[in-house]
């Protein structure tokens, strides 16, 4: 009996590691946008694609939520970057993935809050069932996927350097990616990490 | 007079040392040559976390009891990745948890810091990497745990030659 819990239990454990090894696989660079026609409900009440939001020059996507810490840190440049990609043919979409805490700060309401709040210029989309998220392979918030005219992915990871101070940053990691997009030239950094909440999938 | 003053001195530098042991600022090369001194001689494992990150506080108490459970037999590294203004924050919530041992504070670019300890990690907290006795990385995730995982992970590594 106990040798059957020890096998049910290794079982388990095996089952949980492939699980959390399956969502780690992000999108790569040069990957298609995933999910293209999956439509999303935006806090005006829009349903949108990510077909329909992307410009003639490529799509950024953002992984974000209301809850984390490193996104109210960071969403004062979201702004800046969405003014800067929109006005180059860009389009620019927010997603809240966060499906297990809905009830706990991440219901459309609180979504419909934020957005007012941060005056945000961009649509800011409830991802159901994270499913956008699995398909980009997002683990955390934020997270920024940007994407060519072909809708191939050209940079994926941190806003910036800097999250504690925007006068600061170093390397402006986003903003110089959308900067090269639009001039036609080589992203000098295409992958880069940052600490961040993960998404609360459902269990 | 000057001898409660000398006495009281002493006292104040003796727990506020005792006090910043619990949480060292560290690079993340200096985090690795910490783990990398117990090579050969007892598996680590190292726990990224932050206070502002639930799951990361209800797991916490999990590696507690495990350290209780099997003292000597594994490292315990705990690395804060809070905010700069939140350390004091990040200081007492090892003191309330019965930290008594060094733990780390991240320092640098978050970047360079993730991709120096793993490859496995993309930045969500909280963060695990198991390592053996012979320093090789045995498992490593995101995001939090149970008990009975972290214990059956732990086990697999104690029990390796």
């Not at chain 1, 079982?11 to 990957?31: N, R």
């Not at chain 1, 955390?140 to 999250?163: K, Q």
Request: aromatic fraction near 10%; charge should be negative.
């Amino acid at each position: 009996m106990k040798k059957l819990k020890l096998t049910i239990l290794s079982v388990c454990t095996a089952l949980l590691f492939t699980a959390s090894a399956g969502l780690s696989d992000s999108l790569e660079i040069g990957d298609k946008a995933p999910l293209v026609n999956q439509r999303v409900e935006d806090t005006s009440g829009r349903t949108l694609t990510l077909s329909e939001v992307a410009g003639r020059n490529g799509l950024m996507v953002i992984f974000s939520c209301n809850t984390c810490p490193w996104v109210t840190k960071w969403e004062n440049r979201y702004n800046e970057l969405s003014a800067l990609a929109g006005s180059n043919g860009i389009g620019v979409i927010a997603l809240n993935p966060n499906e297990r805490i809905r009830n706990r700060g991440e219901s459309m309401v609180d979504m419909k809050k934020r957005a007012q709040k941060q005056s945000y210029n961009f649509p800011y989309a409830l991802d159901e069932d994270h499913k956008l998220a699995d398909a980009f392979g997002a683990t955390r918030t934020p997270e920024v996927f940007l994407f060519d005219s072909n809708l191939r992915l050209v940079y994926h990871g941190a806003i910036d350097d800097n999250a504690d101070n925007a006068s600061q940053v170093e390397s402006a990691y986003a903003k110089d990616a959308i900067n090269a997009l639009i001039a036609g030239s080589e992203i000098d950094t295409q992958e880069t990490r940052s600490l961040g909440c993960t998404i609360k999938r459902s269990e | 007079m000057k001898a409660i003053l000398l006495v009281a001195s002493l006292m104040v530098t003796f727990f506020s040392v005792q006090g910043d042991e619990i949480l060292v600022d560290a690079t993340a090369e200096e985090i690795l040559e910490k783990i990398a001194i117990h090579q050969g001689e007892k598996p680590v494992l190292a726990n990224f976390w932050a206070t502002w990150c639930a799951p990361c506080i209800e797991e916490f108490p999990h590696l507690m009891e495990l350290r209780e459970k099997y003292e000597g037999q594994f490292e315990l590294i705990f690395v804060s990745g809070d905010f700069r203004e939140a350390r004091e924050e990040a200081k007492e919530f090892l003191r309330e948890q019965g930290v008594d041992f060094e733990t780390y504070f991240k320092v640098g670019k978050d970047n360079e810091f993730i991709t120096t300890i793993s490859d496995e990690w993309t930045g969500a907290l909280p963060f695990t990497i198991v390592y053996n006795k012979a320093g090789d990385v045995s498992a490593a995730w995101e995001g939090k745990a149970e008990y009975e995982t972290f214990e059956s992970q732990l086990l697999k590594v104690i029990s390796e030659d």
